[in-house]
């Protein structure tokens, strides 16, 4: 075993983890505020998370179509193209909590996260044939800014991107901001109240519908921010891509404590390093034997095991039961 | 009277009309349709099961003659109607959740793939496959197996409820395709996305060919899990099962032994995939990772909530509907546009010749099922044919 390789290595995928945490972050936001105030799996939010990334690379299309892509200043592009998939996704997720949520919120537990199912499945043919007949092609690539690709060097090991950068950067503003609206807005306040007692809530005067729908959108923004900056990141999405870093990102979510926020956070960043170290080290350890396709099998694990001996999470209150 | 006479009519009518189109959908459409009037028809019991033996047993081999894909039609209706009522049980009966069903299923059709292939060479040495007969034993050892790794599955989850349950079992599920992906190496058992092939067949009663025998080996699976179905539900245990679903608390307070019923519940719906898994390998006589996705768990699911979770004609006639509408219904449409797209027609004024080369109907079977499952469960919650006992509670 080469020690040295493995040492080499590790700040790298130290980085590579982080920037993947703080994309499961921003996804796991979505499944945990939703999951506060409802007690409900918003299945559909992985479609939620990748409607973003089309509408993000719509945007960027469309501007490199008119030629404003070049002449633009690139963090101008990139702050239209963010709000643009924020506005998307977090009006989808309005739309999808009214059409196909609110109707079943007094049904049995099982009835609305059967319902999510469904959505999040339309929601992926419906992306498919949207793009299909607009563009004929439904993988998309990101177009390339050619600032955003240009690399760092921190030391002879390590070199960053400035996407990386960006995705960071952008991260952490959209945790910030979220932090503020929660803690120091009075919709904040409300929305907190809702998640501790609904009826309480509305007897104080609250709108729950509207604060249900409030929190939709936030959760949804979020999610849509994070599919923007993983099509800078990754280049290439399609519209089945949102699935499997969506259930990754609800194990982030259950793994810092469902329904609460900074759980999330550090759920999400916890399952993106982890994911990172199983991703390079796993095939470099056993020779070979085990592959970095094993990180899936690892995060699944990893969910059910908390599930089961810790269903709280590393940071939850006690989750109540309810049949 | 009249709607004896009608059955007959029906019956007999679309089996000719299947004879003198063998190649439109719709009339094979209109075949089925016949046999669901005929179960549902005020009709006396011995002509109501004459009919639908005769369609079944006579009729659809000998349209099977004429249009083999229709009796691939009906044979893969058959398997996800074993599907659906393994599935049935479990969720509809007992109340608990289950996204990662196709995993029995694929437990099933490895078990015998690996051994009833050359592939088990590279595992254990000389002397696979094994002979063709193996294929009959396998059907019980892919039951045992594929029962086990229900109580497998459950032992763990014996404690989760509702929607944690659900996505723990999708963990699970996504685990074993990612298994069957990847255990190529150290030890080659699945060979990985590159599946398993050529996996043998059994030699076939009576020089009948393999289209028609798999046909009536999965009807006679049918039927057997129909029966098994219709005992259980009626049983202590359907009963228990039941009492479960409505409220956990209150049954364990009755005294129904929770851990040994919801263990029994995941094996007896893992037990019929699992059977169903080995003469899937066996029919295909290629299987790989892709035939076991979520997709697949999410299709079954479809198929019992569109019946009536917990109702056995249900499920039935769920999984018809749904295996139908991809095999035939996408793919007509498809190939429909198609003729229409070669012909040059154009619809107010828009050449459909221009219409983008992406745009495949045949390939929205998540839309299908999506939809599906988001209108029932906004407007029909207990299904097209609720349980028996469901309709009950629900009439008041």
């Keep these: 075993m080469d020690v040295e390789l493995l040492i080499g290595i590790f700040p790298q995928v130290l980085l590579d983890g982080i920037i993947l945490g703080f994309m499961y972050a921003l996804i796991a936001l979505g499944y945990t505020m939703v999951y506060g105030v409802l007690e409900f799996i918003n299945f559909a939010h992985s479609e939620i998370f990748i409607v973003g990334a089309f509408v993000g690379v719509e945007v960027m299309l469309g501007l490199k179509s008119v030629g404003l892509l070049e002449s633009l200043p690139w963090p101008v592009v990139l702050i239209l193209v963010l709000l643009a998939g924020m506005a998307g996704s977090g009006l989808l997720a309005v739309t999808v909590e009214r059409v196909a949520y609110r109707p079943l919120r007094n049904a049995p537990r099982l009835i609305p996260l059967i319902s999510a199912i469904g959505i999040s499945f339309f929601l992926q043919d419906m992306i498919r044939l949207f793009e299909s007949l607009w563009r004929n092609a439904f993988n998309l690539v990101y177009p390339t800014l050619d600032v955003l690709n240009l690399r760092f060097e ?115 960043l916890v399952l993106g390093l982890l994911e990172a170290f199983a991703a390079s080290y796993l095939s470099l350890l056993t020779g070979g034997a085990f592959g970095a396709e094993y990180k899936d099998i690892l995060a699944f694990s990893l969910l059910i095991l908390i599930l089961i001996f810790r269903p709280k999470g590393l940071l939850g209150e006690v989750v109540r039961e309810r049949a | 009277m009249i709607q004896a006479l009608l059955s007959v009519g029906l019956v007999a009518g679309s089996a000719l009309a299947v004879a003198t189109f063998p190649r439109s959908v719709l009339v094979f459409l209109l075949f089925q349709g016949s046999l669901l009037f005929v179960y549902r028809a005020r009709i006396p019991e011995w002509l109501r099961w004459s009919l639908l033996a005769a369609a079944l047993l006579v009729l659809m081999p000998v349209i099977g003659y004429f249009n083999s894909y229709y009796l691939e039609v009906a044979t893969q209706v058959g398997i996800f109607v074993a599907l659906a009522l393994g599935l049935n049980i479990v969720v509809g009966l007992a109340g608990l959740l289950d ?19 050359p592939h088990a060479n590279i595992i254990f040495g000389g002397g696979f496959p094994l002979a063709g007969w193996w294929f ?46 990847n255990l190529d190496k150290p030890i080659n058992f699945t060979n990985g996305p590159k599946g398993i092939t050529p996996i043998s067949r059994p030699p076939t009663p009576f020089g009948l060919p393999y289209g028609e025998y798999f046909y009536f080996l999965a009807l006679l699976i049918v039927v057997a899990v129909v029966i098994v179905n219709r005992r259980l539900e009626d049983s202590h245990i359907g009963r228990a099962w039941e009492a479960i679903r409505e409220d956990e608390l209150a049954a364990r307070a009755m005294g129904v032994p929770l851990v040994r019923m919801k263990l029994m519940a995941f094996a007896c719906g893992a037990s019929f995939a699992g059977v169903m898994g080995v003469l899937f390998s066996a029919k295909q006589v290629f299987i790989n990772p892709e035939s076991f996705t979520f997709l697949e768990s999410i299709g079954v699911l479809a198929m019992v909530i569109l019946g009536g979770m917990g109702s056995i004609p249900g499920a039935i006639v769920g999984a018809t509907v749904v295996t139908v509408l991809n095999l035939q219904v996408l793919k007509g449409f498809s190939l429909w546009l198609n003729e229409l797209k070669n012909a040059g027609v154009t619809v107010l004024g828009y050449s459909l010749a221009d219409l983008p080369t992406q745009f495949e109907p045949a390939k929205y079977e998540r839309m299908v099922f999506g939809v599906i499952l988001v209108l029932m469960m906004i407007f029909r919650p207990q299904g097209i044919f609720p349980a028996r006992r469901r309709q009950r509670e629900l009439g008041g």
Excluded at chain 1, 178 to 192: C, D, E, Q, S, Y
Excluded at chain 1, 206 to 231: C, E, K, P, Y
Excluded at chain 2, 99 to 113: D, E, H, N, R, T
């Design chain 1, 154 to 268: 921190l030391t002879e090991t390590l070199d960053v991107s400035v996407k990386s950068l960006v995705v960071i950067v952008g991260a952490l503003l959209m945790l910030w901001a979220l932090h503020l609206i929660v803690n120091r807005t009075k919709v904040g306040t409300a929305i907190r109240a809702v998640a501790e007692d609904q009826a309480a809530a509305s007897l104080m005067g609250i709108d729950v519908n509207r604060i249900i729908s409030l929190t939709f959108l936030i959760g949804g923004a979020m999610g849509g921010a994070a599919g923007v900056l993983f099509g800078v990141q990754y280049g290439l999405i399609n519209p089945y891509s949102g699935f499997i870093p969506g259930l990754k990102a609800f194990t982030a979510a259950v793994l810092g404590g469902i329904g609460n926020i900074p759980g999330a956070m550090v759920g999400g």
């Design chain 2, 136 to 181: 009959y034993v396998f059907l019980l050892v892919g039951l045992a197996v594929a029962a086990t790794t229900g109580i497998l599955l459950g032992l763990p989850v014996l404690r989760l409820h509702g929607d944690y349950l659900a996505i723990v079992t999708l963990g699970f599920g996504e685990v074993i395709r990612v298994l069957a992906n």
């Design chain 2, 99 to 117: 996204l990662g069903y196709v995993a029995f299923f694929a437990v099933g059709a490895y078990s015998w793939a690996i051994v009833g292939s």
